[in-house]
């Protein structure tokens, strides 16, 4: 089980009000993604849930019962830090044994546990050095490991591949998921990557300032975001906005249109433009055209490589299906 | 020639260290020359320096006339005792000030320190009468006491700085690991910060090892430790250098021998949070 409440929660750092009142209900055996840009409050949401930090006002349930007052230590939720947060002075098999040690469990369950999470993790080879003796990857499987052996309600994740290069950053993101499935727990999980947010995740919390955006599936907030932030943020290349006239054409404030719904013409098209900085990616072309009536250029994806030179006049049109629209707030017009 | 020069600085660095060394130095090296000499020749003039008759003489008389070894005892049940009782209270108020500070941490951190800007003398008074009141003149409790009170602001500011190189967030884990505050001192803050804990120990204990005043004035006979053994020798009557020396070497002896086999963590301890 592993099903979390939070009812009208606020957090406060002296004067400063960093979440606002906010409600969030999280399923059990869900695979929830807290993603926001830095100082959005999004790892103090996750540190009051952990019970790390104190809450200012509301209430937090854990399968249903009142934790707002529960120590971390007795909310059976497991986290993995940022930084590994490891026991140097303990080998791979203590680290992983520590919590079923707190826990006095037996010791023949403990080292059933620990060669278990061994196994699932890969750590079998190390079980006997010491974190200082590991790579980053393996580290990270140490802190999975410490948390996976006291089968938790919900595992937490505070940005927990930030630390890893591009490549092992996505193996490991592959393995959270596999465990996932594997273990069918909670876990709620803290980036500011939006593509770890939508790979991993079954819902997306999208936050800002401390407040919630909007909340819904991956594919959820790719076509329908609430409002531009949202629209903004998900999503890579980043949604091209326009003002003016192009959005007074459309019957609103600023209209919305992703890279890879823009087709791109050297004949003929909605809005003419001329090409400056080219990105060649193999699979994808990403241009930065220059639109009359813009002031940021626009990107456009082309599929494969396409032969476009810089200074070159170009035509864009967007695809009207997947045109967004939005109001003087900022919000989505449907 | 740029080489020619760094070598002739090294060798002028190098004399220099080791010119201000033997200055430092040189009333202990005089203090243990001076125990091996005749009274005579302890207060001739001009001094003689290695040219004299070595005795071992004044080292007799000192152990027949004192009990030597109950000084020694005294001097390390105090100094041990004063330093654990130290460490003990130091660790939960050091964690507290390094993990969950107030806005007045260091505001109390500085008071306590402040607390060693204060001449002893102006306490001896209130402290003698509580002393005499509680029956704990001349006990080896009450040092311990007076001593630990002595060296707590130091142990605590030590320890201090040491717990604040550990990262939070491994007390975090260890909490959300379900260790309770207890165990999260024992299993993971205090393995983790042993080579500090090490040096604060050592540097302490040496502290109260070397203290007087309070030693000197709180004791009789029963509790005296090292530093009035040697006391006992300054006479203002009669001239006993060479047995005062003989007095002193004995009692400074243990404390260098330790200092010298741990010197290597006392100079890290010390030097701690000096680069990074």
């Known amino acids: ?28 055996g869900e695979f929830v993604v807290f993603v926001g840009p830095s100082g959005c409050g999004k790892s103090t949401l996750l540190r009051l849930i952990a019970g790390l930090e104190d809450m200012t006002s509301g209430h937090i349930a854990i399968d249903g019962k009142d934790a707002t007052d529960v120590p971390p230590a007795k909310r059976g939720l497991a986290m993995v830090f940022q930084s590994y947060a490891l026991y140097p002075h303990m080998s791979v098999r203590k680290n992983i044994a520590f919590p079923l040690k707190m826990a006095k469990m037996e010791q023949a369950e403990i080292d059933k546990r620990v060669d278990n999470a061994a196994k699932i993790l890969n750590l079998a080879d190390y079980i006997d050095r010491r ?16 948390a996976i052996v006291r089968e938790p309600a919900a595992f937490l994740f505070d940005e927990p591949l930030s630390n890893l290069d591009a490549a092992l950053r996505v193996n490991m993101r592959l393995e959270i998921s596999e465990l996932h499935k594997q273990l069918d727990t909670t876990m709620i999980y803290v980036t500011h990557d939006q593509v770890e947010a939508m790979t991993m995740a079954d819902k997306i919390v999208v936050l800002r300032a401390g407040n919630i955006e909007q909340v819904g599936s991956p594919l959820e907030l790719y076509r329908t975001p609430r409002n531009q932030f949202v629209a903004g943020f998900i999503g890579s290349p980043k949604m091209n906005f326009l003002t003016d006239a192009a959005a007074a054409e459309h019957g609103c404030k600023t209209i919305g249109i992703r890279p890879e719904h823009l087709d791109i013409s050297r004949e003929s098209g909605a809005w003419k433009g001329v090409v400056g900085v080219s990105e060649h990616l193999g699979s994808d072309t990403f241009f930065h055209v220059k639109v009359e009536g813009s002031k940021d250029p626009l990107t456009v994806r082309a599929s494969g490589e396409v032969d476009l030179h810089r200074g070159e006049t170009v035509f864009l049109t967007p695809q009207g299906e997947h045109l967004h629209k939005f109001d003087a707030q900022g919000l989505a017009i449907r | 020639m740029a080489r020619a020069v760094n070598t002739q600085r090294k060798a002028i660095n190098t004399a220099a260290a080791w010119t201000v060394a033997l200055l430092i130095f040189f009333p202990i090296l005089w203090t243990i020359l001076t125990s091996f000499k005749t009274e005579a020749q302890a207060i001739s003039d001009p001094p003689v320096f290695f040219a004299f008759d070595w005795t071992l003489e004044n080292y007799g008389v000192v152990l027949e006339r004192s009990n030597y070894s109950r000084f020694l005892w005294n001097s390390i049940i105090i100094a041990g005792g004063s330093t654990i009782l130290g460490i003990l209270i130091a660790v939960p108020a050091a964690w507290s000030m390094a993990f969950v500070p107030s806005k007045r941490t260091k505001d109390i951190l500085l008071w306590m320190l402040s607390t060693k800007m204060l001449p002893a003398v102006g306490v001896l008074y209130p402290i003698y009468l509580l002393f005499i009141k509680l029956g704990l003149l001349d006990s080896r409790t009450g040092l311990v006491i007076v001593l630990m009170l002595m060296n707590l602001p130091i142990i605590v500011w030590m320890l201090y700085t040491y717990f604040k190189e550990i990262p939070g967030e491994i007390l975090e884990a260890a909490r959300m690991d379900g260790a309770s505050l207890k165990e999260e001192i024992v299993h993971i803050l205090t393995p983790m910060a042993i080579p500090g804990i090490a040096s604060t120990l050592l540097l302490n204990f040496i502290l109260a090892w070397n203290e007087a005043f309070w030693t000197l004035n709180l004791t009789a006979a029963k509790a005296a430790p090292l530093t009035a053994f040697i006391a006992s020798y300054s006479s203002p009557e009669g001239l006993f250098y060479a047995k005062l020396s003989a007095a002193s070497t004995m009692a400074i002896a243990p404390i260098l021998v330790l200092g010298w086999f741990s010197q290597k963590q006392l100079v890290s301890g010390l030097t701690f949070g000096a680069v990074k």
Request: charged share 20%; net charge positive; glycine share 14%.
């Open chain 1, 131 to 146: 974190p200082g003796q590991l790579s980053g990857g393996q580290r990270q499987r140490v802190a999975i490991g410490r």
């Open chain 1, 1 to 28: 089980m592993g099903q979390i409440t939070l009812n009208q929660v606020t957090k406060s750092f002296g004067d400063v009000n960093v979440i606002p009142p906010l409600d969030l209900e999280i399923k059990d």
